[in-house]
Nanobody
Framework: QVQLVESGGGLVVAGGSLRLSCAAS????????VGWFRQAPGKEREFQSRISSSGRTTYYADSVKGRFTISRDNAKNTVYLQMNELKPEDTAVYYCAVSSQYSSSTYRFPVGYDYWGQGTQVTVSS
């Protein structure tokens, strides 16, 4: 089993930046792909980004392409989400999750992930 802890959330003014971290413990972290999702009140959990186990392949939701960058440091068992040009509509709880397999039909959905963190709140004021 993998334990995940997100950090780095907070309150930021529109146009600002935050860097989220997802720290993992437990089984070999470097063997998992990692995804970031977010969930705003009353909405479904929404895919943001994913990075392969090696870090060589990344995916982004259209809404964050060019603004968010995912990266990982396997030596530190940590994945990062650098979020720039934040907008009020980016306000949500952000979750990281790990995936042991890849499927083109599920990697953008929560069902494609095995373990989840507790989330970190990001609030963007206008």
């Amino acid at each position: 089993q993998v334990q995940l802890v997100e950090s780095g959330g907070g309150l930021v003014v529109a146009g600002g930046s935050l860097r989220l971290s997802c720290a993992a413990s437990g089984r070999t972290f470097s063997s998992y792909a990692v995804g970031w999702f977010r969930q705003a009140p009353g909405k479904e959990r929404e895919f943001q980004s994913r990075i392969s186990s090696s870090g060589r392949t990344t995916y982004y939701a259209d809404s964050v392409k060019g603004r968010f960058t995912i990266s990982r440091d396997n030596a530190k068992n940590t994945v990062y989400l650098q979020m720039n040009e934040l907008k009020p509509e980016d306000t949500a709880v952000y979750y990281c999750a790990v995936s042991s397999q890849y499927s083109s039909s599920t990697y953008r959905f929560p069902v494609g992930y095995d373990y989840w963190g507790q989330g970190t709140q990001v609030t963007v004021s206008s």
